[in-house]
């Protein structure tokens, strides 16, 4: 059974950093593609960034160069590094599996298997 699990995530100021977690169980992560989502109040769901079986990663504009994604195969766990946050960021952050042996993207109808979320709060 597919499941994942987000932590890390909390209030911060402005210009702080978080670490948000994703723990993953029934699957291992380097098999398919993992996404980390972002959804604010009365905004879409976006997605932030996504890492391919290969290892290679895309980021959304808005957080290239602050946020870093990573994974620990050992410990079959994935990371979203983030820093420099500003209030902008401030959202419930889902990470998202989809095993699907192409370009991974970033539209989240195309993630099949999704965590509860981690709320991060950034003040000014």
């Known amino acids: 059974q597919v499941q994942l699990v987000e932590s890390g995530g909390g209030s911060v100021q402005a210009g702080g950093s978080l670490r948000l977690s994703c723990a993953a169980s029934g699957f291992m992560i380097s098999r398919p593609c993992m996404g980390w989502f972002r959804q604010a109040p009365g905004k879409e769901r976006e997605g932030v960034g996504s890492i391919e079986r290969d290892g290679s990663i895309n980021y959304i504009d808005s957080v290239k160069g602050r946020f870093t994604i990573s994974r620990d195969n050992a410990k079959n766990t994935l990371y979203l590094q983030m820093n420099s946050l500003n209030p902008g960021d401030t959202a419930m952050y889902y990470c998202?599996?989809?095993?699907?042996?192409?370009?991974?993207?970033?539209?989240?109808?195309?993630?099949?298997?999704w965590g509860q979320g981690t709320q991060v709060t950034v003040s000014s």
């Open positions: 998202a599996a989809r095993f699907y042996y192409g370009n991974c993207g970033l539209d989240g109808k195309n993630y099949p298997n």
